[in-house]
């Protein structure tokens, strides 16, 4: 039968978060995902956890942040960046929480989940977002995004096809744009079977600028 230290050890090895114990600012005590995250194949127990920091000053501002709010008894919860053991520097999910409330000097736990991957994620997005819409601004043709009928969106060569500002057009009953009601309609009906296939649908049309122009 497992003791209640056993017991606190094989909650630690396995958990599938970086757990860290602090106190002073030195290393106490941690969990073997937080060496996997970090990359330490050495004991580490009684260093700085200054280490663990990009820089002296990344180390200092994080304390500034974290020690008022951990002081009032609060958790501490925010996306950091760390520095592995090779010297590269990773986003992480921190979370920290004195060890007892009731006597702060008795350290700090924290909880340390390396979010790389995600934040690698969300910067792809980003950048292709805005490829995206370089691309959509810039674009040589008039594009305009649709729905139930209506302009959501278009870019700059369509408002100068069409004569209107992209306030006036932004909400706009797409009909308005065709040369009439029937042409409208035809162009729905054209349209609906392929486009509800998955497929595209390409026609010459007239359509009638913001002078009455076709």
Not at 60 to 73: K, M, N, R, W
Not at 87 to 110: K, S
Not at 192 to 206: N, R
Request: aromatic fraction near 10%; include cysteine.
């Amino acid at each position: 039968m497992l003791d209640a230290e056993q017991e606190y050890q094989a909650l630690m090895n396995n958990a599938p978060v970086g757990i860290l114990y602090t106190k002073n600012g030195e290393i106490l005590r941690y969990n073997a995902k937080f060496s996997e995250i970090f990359g330490f194949d050495t004991e580490i127990i009684g260093k700085s956890a200054r280490q663990l920091c990009p820089s002296d000053a990344a180390y200092e501002a994080l304390g500034e942040v974290a020690g008022p709010i951990l002081s009032a008894g609060k958790p501490f919860h925010q996306e950091i960046q760390l520095r592995h053991h090779d010297g590269h520097t990773f986003w992480a999910d921190a979370v920290a929480y004195l060890f007892d409330p009731r006597h702060p000097a008795e350290g700090t736990i924290w909880i340390i989940n390396d979010i790389s991957e995600r934040k690698q994620a969300e910067r792809n997005l980003h950048e292709t977002v805005q490829e995206l819409q370089s691309i959509f601004n810039n674009a040589s043709v008039g594009i305009v995004f649709t729905n139930r009928r209506t302009v959501l969106r278009c870019n700059r060569r369509f408002e100068e096809i069409v004569g209107y500002a992209s306030d006036e057009l932004h909400g706009m009953p797409t009909a308005n744009l065709y040369a009439s009601a029937e042409s409208h309609e035809e162009l729905g009906r054209q349209s609906s079977p392929l486009l509800s296939a998955g497929k595209a649908f390409s026609a010459t049309k007239q359509f009638r600028r913001k002078d009455g122009h076709l």
